[in-house]
C-alpha cells in the first residue's frame, strides 16, 4: 500500500490531496524493488489525480 498527499491550494487555504494505493497485482518480491515501483507509479499518476481535482501548483 501506497499513501501520497499534496497540497491543493486552488480548492481552498487547507485543502490537501491523498491518494491511496493499494496493489492487488504481483508485486517484486525483494522489498527495495517494490518500494522503488510503487514510487515511480506514484510520481507518474499523482500530477494527473491532481490535475483532475483541479490542484495546480
Known amino acids: 500500500m501506497g499513501l501520497v498527499a499534496l497540497s491543493c491550494p486552488p480548492k481552498g487555504k487547507d485543502t490537501t490531496l491523498a491518494v491511496e494505493v493499494d496493489l492487488s497485482t504481483p508485486t517484486p ?3 527495495s ?3 522503488k515501483a510503487l ?7 499523482l ?3 491532481a490535475k483532475a481535482h483541479g490542484c495546480r501548483s
Do not use: G, I, N
Open 29 to 31: 518480491k525483494d522489498v
Open 33 to 35: 524493488e517494490r518500494r
Open 39 to 45: 514510487e515511480r507509479f506514484l510520481r507518474s499518476y
Open 47 to 49: 500530477p494527473t489525480a
